[in-house]
């Protein structure tokens, strides 16, 4: 029969992997933080980037700006408009989650942080493929299991 010591022992040097070491968060918690995140970034960032672009297209071209606006098909001011939307979202998560060590004001609000799946803080690579991923069509709905944001990039979202 063992003694006790040498069970402590090896309880305490048999390692587990960071990512059995965090509790997840909940698909409503990550639910949350999308819905936050999206309200934020149409609310102030995708009106604020859209008025600057439309003033700067105003400035340095006003025929292309005309043009945009009084197409009947609408096409070239749709396709501006989801060019602004692509880079706010690759912005948006990229530096929030870099510089505010995996948080974005939606995991702020729940609590949530973003870790790699080793335990470490995300770096920027990490955030921007994050991001990346993000905008992969359908890829919202992988959240009713292990988002590919996750998944492709080895990373996990946490309670702090």
């Known amino acids: 029969m063992e003694n006790t010591e040498d069970i402590q022992q090896d309880l305490i040097t048999n390692e587990i992997h960071p990512y059995f070491q965090y509790l997840h968060a909940t698909q409503g918690q990550r639910f949350l933080n999308f819905i936050t995140d999206n309200i934020l970034m149409r609310l102030t960032l995708t009106y604020a980037s859209g008025y600057v672009v439309g003033r700067v297209l105003q400035v340095i071209a006003p025929e292309f700006l005309y043009k945009l606006i009084d197409d009947d098909s609408k096409v070239g001011l749709y396709t501006l408009s989801y060019m602004i939307i692509i880079v706010n979202y690759l912005v948006y998560y990229t530096l929030c989650e870099k510089l505010f ?21 995300l770096t920027f690579k990490d955030a921007l493929l994050r991001s990346l991923c993000r905008l992969v069509p359908f890829e919202v709905f992988s959240g009713f299991g292990v988002p590919w944001h996750d998944s492709w990039t080895n990373t996990m979202v946490v309670k702090k």
């Open 101 to 121: 060590r995996g948080q974005t004001l939606g995991k702020l609000i729940t609590g949530t942080k973003s870790l790699r799946t080793d335990g470490e803080e």
